[in-house]
């Protein structure tokens, strides 16, 4: 069954497995481990990688908690803290924004959204310490 959320239609159902494949050769494999990354490049990497994934959606419920721990397991790769999503709270349509953009292969809007994310959370854990 293909699926779609607010007009937009995610990839088609049996396309799903192929894509996912093409996922870990292109994005996975190029973008982690995330051990030796700077900032920028890491919020680069965490936007592509997460944008991809929400556009496949492989799964009917649970892409967006499932795509926020794959990019939190890329930020603990690269010794940062556990990415705190709290900035996005009231940016849902900035986010969404974000991702159409990302499907046409500008990622610039979600990458400046992960490096704010990395900075919120920089910012928590030097409070938490």
């Known amino acids: 069954m293909n699926m779609g959320k607010g ?23 190029r973008y982690t481990p995330c051990d030796n990354m700077n900032k920028d490049e890491l919020s680069e990497a965490l936007a592509i990688c997460h944008v991809e994934f929400i556009i496949i959606h492989p799964y009917r419920e649970g892409n967006g908690r499932l795509g926020r721990l794959l990019v939190t397991v890329m930020a603990l790769q690269a010794r940062m803290p556990a990415l705190e999503f709290a900035v996005l709270e009231n940016e849902k349509d900035r986010y969404i924004g974000a991702i159409h953009a990302g499907h046409s292969g500008d990622y610039a809007s979600m990458t400046q959204i992960f490096s704010e994310i990395l900075d919120f959370s920089l910012q928590q854990a030097s409070v938490n310490d």
Do not use: R, T
């Not at 192929?18 to 870990?24: K, Y």
């Open 7 to 29: 007009g937009f239609q995610f990839a088609a159902a049996h396309l799903i497995p192929g894509l996912m494949v093409d996922f870990e050769k292109n994005y996975l494999s």
